[in-house]
């Protein structure tokens, strides 16, 4: 019904195409003016523009409420900043933008999702917003999905950018120091990737200075490969975290017992849902071989976890598949890229079973201290916008999600590439014998192929099958994904045989000359199909760039993953009906369309998987952003700490008097002072020798208040204002930084059992966002009290307040490196500095640890947290 609509009114897309067209034009009659200028004078022009739009933004009262006339400013300024930007590119690159290109970069700065085929240039077009959007002053980002890529980007259009007086810089992960991130981040635009952006959030977060977060704003954030970044790394949340204790036996004696127990007697595996159901049987062997009565007794709860971990381990993932071990390490393959994703670990438990499963050192679990997930983070940015090759398949969910709407671009050239339908073969034996026939005869021919897999284990598969038919070739997976670009950009080149995993899809553009053009171009084979049509256009895309010739075909059978589990049995019925013999395949659009089918049926259940895990996020988000917000009012050098101070000691007095049942509206004789003065004495260290018998309940809460209050005075006495203030500022921020670590634990375990309420009729997500703000009211309550009886308590080391300040401002920053530089858990040196039970508290109240910080669990003291 859509389709015939829009053949007659004409789609969004058509309308979006026409109003860009226009833009073009504009631009195209600026071209001869900006040709007669000398660099100099094209040069002065821009500049002109730029002071003109930064005049203008600096006269604005408030950021935040001026985001929509920035970008009607920078808007009017689009068609002489583009035109510029072309003759720039013509004279420092030799590369002219084609109208097309102009399209796509409109469609970037208007906050939408380019969809651009392969080697349409994505890389220049995005000069164009960026140029645009650096005129504010904001700094620009840039986000691409790896590495190599970042640094390729930033030094191909660096010239480009030097020419009109912009700053660039790239952040990778081998920067490490704050000091150098924060130069790069005041360039005016940053290329890096969107592992570093958002762990530098994080990080940031986790600061005790204004002066050193790094990242000023979120003003225009531009993403290649946006499918990849906002899609496939959707459910990847990034985390910073320490350690938790737990038992290394533990995973060892799980993994002993997962590899004695047997399929379909002791437990069922749903390969379509990746779980794994234990029997009765299967408990009953499980207790006999951990030797308890009762397996899921609260006692056992941790072994049955991770018994449950380390089933998944041993018969849902697959070595050199889902993870790769290399250099005594469980590494996990990324399942869209095909590339090593090296310091992520898998949560809960399930990299220590792989590790317990592949014979190598277990590292212990973490707690998680920071967290936020890609679709929350990316939008934090005023506008945000992406270029992508296949982007039309996920239209629903950009829109849905993070509002960003898809354009297809068209290409400057048409397409000339064939794409054959699929051929079906019954085993996946008969499949690859067919593949190398093909590789044979094509490599006779001298016309290039590049042979795309799911898979290391595949590709290496195939890599064995060619070695046997002497075939010359070369094989990129995640093993060897250093020469990347290399084994790419020759790919194209005369009877080359290429064997590539999913990394093949993306990044680097596959170019022929004209003596392969004439055979025909590249041929792209396809061994299977991926579960998302996106990564089977990505290959497909390889070839054919530019309106050069191309094939590509995909070679499937019955055993493959996607058609074994999502596949319709109507087509194993048909094959059967055809009594095909070994060897003999189906082609057909039927058949292909099938394949789509069930393709989009995946996608359809990844996207309410993704969906899921946001509204949970979400709840999560929201209470990060409180947090956040209020760690930067603490930040403000500006902020007065004395209000806040009265407020807690007032709620503390209350909460105090509370827990001692003494209410406002109960009678005197009811009150138990004597307990109220023990706890004082025991958490406040205070003594009150007043008689607190038949006095009322506001009389009590008053001799409380100026009890606390003249012992705090007096501990501050010999500071300045302004250094009393920065005391007080500095351990309330850590008091909320350690209760937001607690409450993030806290968090956790509601989300790995909330889903069983589902079984008492109520809806998980309901109950997740109840108890989660009940959580969160506690966190701000405990904050409140935390912080006072902290600041009351503590005892300083030295006599020089300013000392003991930069003593403080030390042991914070050397604890927050340790956490953040090693998120998969901190280093045996500041974990061993743990005080013992009996000695004395690091935090200077001068009574033993047990009594004081080391009574509280986790909850541990501010000066003493270097062992939290």
């Not at 250093?482 to 009877?495: F, M, R, W």
């Not at 049995?569 to 659009?589: H, N, V, W, Y």
């Not at 080391?797 to 604890?815: G, Y």
Request: proline share 2%; hydrophobic share 35%; charged share 30%.
């Amino acid at each position: 019904m859509q389709n015939v609509i829009g053949k007659i009114f004409g789609t969004r897309n058509d309308k979006l195409l026409k109003q860009y067209r226009a833009r073009v034009k504009k631009i195209n009659n600026l071209e001869s003016k900006y040709q007669s200028f000398d660099d100099k004078v094209l040069q002065q022009e821009f500049q002109t523009i730029r002071d003109e739009v930064l005049r203008k933004i600096e006269s604005l009262d408030d950021y935040d409420t001026s985001v929509t006339f920035i970008n009607s400013l920078l808007d009017s300024k689009l068609e002489e900043v583009f035109a510029m930007t072309r003759e720039a590119s013509k004279r420092i690159l030799g590369m002219r933008h084609f109208d097309v290109q102009l399209i796509g970069g409109m469609a970037l700065h208007d906050g939408r999702i380019a969809e651009m085929k392969t080697g349409e240039g994505k890389t220049l077009v995005a000069t164009l917003p960026v140029i645009l959007n650096a005129l504010a002053g904001k700094s620009v980002h840039v986000v691409t999905v790896n590495d190599y890529l970042a640094r390729r980007d930033a030094e191909t259009m660096m010239p480009l950018y030097k020419f009109f007086g912009l700053s660039v810089g790239v952040i990778t992960s081998a920067i490490q120091g704050d000091s150098e991130r924060l130069s790069i981040y005041d360039n005016d635009i940053v290329y890096g990737t969107n592992n570093e952006y958002g762990f530098d959030y994080l990080r940031d977060n986790m600061k005790y200075n204004l002066e050193q977060k790094v990242q000023k704003y979120h003003f225009f954030g531009i993403i290649d490969e946006v499918d990849s970044i906002l899609i496939d790394e959707a459910r990847t949340p990034l985390i910073i975290s320490g350690p938790i204790n737990r038992k290394m036996e533990n995973y060892q004696s799980a993994d002993s017992v997962a590899k004695a127990m047997k399929s379909p007697q002791d437990f069922t595996i749903d390969e379509k849902n990746r779980v794994i159901l234990t029997t009765e049987d299967g408990i009953k062997k499980a207790e006999s071989l951990f030797k308890v009565e009762n397996l899921y007794a609260i006692e056992n709860a941790s072994l049955s976890h991770h018994l449950d971990q380390a089933l998944k381990a041993n018969y849902l993932f697959v070595r050199d598949k889902d993870y790769v071990v290399q250099n005594e390490e469980v590494v996990i393959v990324d399942e869209f890229t095909g590339r090593l994703s090296e310091g992520r670990r898998f949560s809960e438990g399930l990299h220590q079973a792989l590790e317990a499963k592949e014979g190598v050192a277990i590292k212990e679990e973490s707690q998680t201290l920071a967290d936020i997930t890609f679709q929350n983070y990316f939008r934090l940015y005023d506008k945000l916008c992406g270029m992508t090759g296949t982007a039309q398949t996920e239209a629903t969910e950009f829109l849905e999600i993070y509002k960003l709407e898809v354009v297809s671009i068209p290409t400057n050239v048409p397409i000339a590439r064939q794409d054959l339908n699929d051929l079906v073969y019954k085993s996946e034996q008969e499949k690859f014998n067919a593949v190398i026939e093909k590789v044979v005869e094509l490599h006779k021919n001298g016309q290039p192929v590049l042979v795309g897999t799911a898979s290391i284990e595949k590709s290496e598969a195939l890599h064995t099958l060619l070695k046997k038919s002497r075939i010359p070739h070369t094989v990129l997976n995640a093993k060897q994904h250093d020469k990347e670009a290399e084994i790419i950009q020759n790919a194209g080149l005369k009877g080359a045989v290429t064997i590539a995993t999913n990394m093949a899809g993306r990044g680097v553009d596959i170019k022929i000359d004209d003596e392969v053009k004439a055979l025909g171009g590249l041929y792209i084979i396809g061994t299977e199909r991926h579960e998302s049509r996106r990564i089977d256009n990505q290959l497909r895309g390889r070839a054919g760039r530019q309106g050069d010739p191309g094939v590509s075909q995909f070679y499937l059978s019955l055993e493959d993953p996607l058609l074994r589990i999502f596949g319709s049995d109507r087509l194993k019925g048909i094959m059967g009906k055809l009594g095909m013999k070994d060897g003999e395949s189906i082609e057909s659009g039927m058949i292909t369309k099938s394949v789509e089918k069930a393709q989009r049926k995946v996608e359809s259940m990844h996207f309410e998987s993704r969906k899921h895990l946001l509204e949970y996020d979400d709840v999560s988000n929201e209470q990060r952003k409180v947090i956040y917000r209020f760690r930067d009012e603490l930040l403000e050098s500006g902020f007065e700490m004395k209000d806040r101070i009265e407020e807690n000691r007032n709620i503390s007095v209350q909460t105090l008097m509370a827990k001692c049942d003494i209410l406002p509206h109960d009678l005197p004789e009811n009150y138990d002072t004597e307990g109220l003065l023990a706890i004082l004495k025991e958490e406040y260290i205070l003594e009150i020798t007043q008689d607190l018998k038949d006095k009322t309940y506001d009389e009590i809460s008053e001799i409380l208040i100026n009890a606390l209050k003249e012992k705090y005075e007096e501990k501050f006495a010999n500071t300045t204002k302004e250094m009393r203030n920065e005391l007080e500022r500095i351990i309330y921020l850590q008091v909320v930084d350690n209760a937001w670590r607690e409450h993030l634990y806290s968090i956790d375990h509601l989300k790995t059992g909330i889903s069983l309420r589902g079984y008492n009729q109520k809806d998980p997500l309901v109950e997740y966002k109840k108890e989660s703000y009940n959580l969160f009211l506690e966190l701000v309550e405990n904050i409140k009290i935390e912080a006072y009886r902290t600041l009351q308590v503590i005892q300083f080391a030295t006599q020089d307040m300013e000392k003991e300040e930069e003593k403080i401002l030390s042991d914070l920053s050397q604890e927050n490196e340790n956490l953040v530089l090693n998120y998969n858990g901190l280093d045996e040196e500041i974990k061993d500095k743990k005080p013992a039970r009996n000695d004395i508290c690091p935090c200077g109240s001068g009574k033993k640890y047990k009594h004081c910080h080391g009574k509280s669990g986790p909850k541990r003291g501010i000066l003493a947290n270097k062992q939290n």
